[in-house]
């Protein structure tokens, strides 16, 4: 069965100290991999698709990278205003339409 | 370019009652999946529509069922609703079904059943 796990669930970090978030997916045949950012209650917004193991993406002080069997969102010298919940999806190629989401990781940046 | 809409904002509902969400996809954009959130979860697939039929469905009973209409918008419907249905129902738009297309999520709607 297709699954995303995210850790930690909660992350608290002062202004300007780096730190990475993980997600583990377990799917048949990757055909994409999501990150959004959702701040509470409102919808997700977009930030990077990967495809392939071995592909990173960066915007400002964010930066996603791809293996086999993980993904993990670099965050560089955060400022309070990248605090919201960090979420990772997956979309398989069994013939499934859906994305299948972590619960996410809650980001706190403490100035 | 304009961004995925939903209306309304926020609903209140009581138990049994039916409920009509709707969404207005992204310009150029086909495809329209459905998500609901609980709070502290991640969205839960409910069904995708693309070119005005269903196009894969999640693990939700018949009661919700949906629409595409020819200008790409849709809309949700819930029947008999029940307490667990109280969520933040989301709206996604992509170009196309193909497995690398990406989402683009609305705003979302607040339901609260009663």
């Known amino acids: 069965e297709d699954q995303v796990t995210q850790s930690p669930e909660a992350l608290r970090l002062q202004e300007g100290e780096s730190s990475s978030l993980n997600c583990s997916y377990t799917?048949?045949?990757?055909?994409?991999l999501f990150w959004y950012r959702q701040d509470p209650g409102k919808g997700p917004e977009f930030l990077f698709t990967?495809?392939?193991a071995g592909e990173e993406k960066e915007k400002e002080r964010l930066k996603a990278t791809l293996t086999k069997k993980e993904s993990f969102l670099h965050i560089t010298a955060p400022k309070p205003e990248d605090s919201a919940t960090y979420l990772c999806?997956?979309?398989?190629?069994?013939?499934?339409?859906?994305?299948?989401f972590g619960t996410g990781t809650r980001l706190k940046v403490l100035a | 370019e304009t961004g995925v809409t939903q209306s309304p904002t926020h609903l209140i509902k009581t138990r049994g009652q039916q409920v009509t969400l709707r969404c207005s996809s992204q310009?150029?954009?086909?495809?329209v999946s459905w998500y609901q959130q609980a709070l502290g979860q991640g969205p839960q697939f409910i069904f995708q529509?693309?070119?005005?039929?269903?196009?894969g469905r999640g693990n939700f009973p018949p009661r919700f069922s949906g629409l595409q209409f020819p200008n790409y918008s849709s809309e949700l419907n819930v029947n008999a609703l029940e307490l667990d249905d109280s969520a933040l129902y989301l709206c996604?738009?992509?170009?196309?079904?193909?497995?690398?297309?990406?989402?683009?999520f609305g705003p979302g709607t607040r339901l609260t059943v009663l």
């Open positions: 529509y693309y070119r005005e039929e269903e196009n």
């Open positions: 996604a738009s992509s170009l196309g079904t193909a497995g690398t297309d990406t989402q683009y």
């Open positions: 999806a997956v979309r398989g190629g069994s013939g499934t339409y859906k994305y299948i």
């Open positions: 799917v048949s045949g990757l055909r994409g």
């Open positions: 310009s150029g954009h086909n495809t």
């Open positions: 990967l495809y392939s």
